[in-house]
């Protein structure tokens, strides 16, 4: 298909979610397409990376320098420093998480708690929950997501507990504060 439109017509975008690494039957599912369109611009859309262990990390940098297009977009700073490394001839882009694109969501009840702290508890965990100290005032209750996703450990953990904190957009008393 490729040969007949031209490479320089065709782009692939594969749509992950953050399993690059930790899922080698994912991971080879992708190099399969990946071949398969070798001559065409190839675009992962936002990832984060999670490797079990180096050998891991150095079999995907093989397999992803194979192709002469690629670029994969990083959802944190973490993601996009291991791909430059080890990967420096892949286009990596640091970009918000598709998620964000949703924009603004109205809501359809109250809501329970003032802050929702969506945290690790699996083998990345970050175990700092303790780092987070909010006013006396605002109600606060943590929890895991679906405990089959892998990310980064480090700056996810704080970045969801900012980006919830926001959510709450609840107008607090202090100084710098409009009332």
Do not use: C
């Not at 490729?2 to 490479?7: H, I, R, T, W």
């Not at 190839?42 to 990390?57: A, C, G, R, T, Y």
């Amino acid at each position: 298909m490729v040969d007949s439109l031209g490479s320089d017509n065709v782009a692939v975008l594969a749509q992950d979610g953050g399993n690059v690494g930790g899922y080698p039957e994912r991971d080879w599912k992708r190099y399969e397409m990946m071949e398969m369109f070798l001559d065409a611009k190839f675009i992962m859309m936002p990832q984060s990376i999670f490797f079990n262990d180096s050998v891991e990390l150095q079999n995907a940098a093989r397999m992803y320098s194979k192709h002469k297009d690629l670029t994969i977009l990083l959802r944190n700073q973490q993601s996009f420093e291991v791909i430059q490394k080890a990967m420096p001839s892949v286009t990596s882009i640091l970009a918000p998480d598709a998620a964000y694109g949703i924009g603004h969501v109205t809501r359809f009840m109250e809501p329970l708690y003032d802050v929702i702290i969506i945290h690790r508890a699996d083998k990345e965990a970050v175990s700092n929950i303790g780092a987070f100290h909010f006013p006396d005032n605002l109600s606060f209750t943590e929890s895991d997501w679906d405990r089959h996703w892998l990310t980064p450990r480090g700056e996810t953990y704080g970045l969801v507990a900012f980006v919830s904190f926001q959510w709450a957009a609840l107008p607090i008393a202090g100084p710098g504060v409009n009332n």
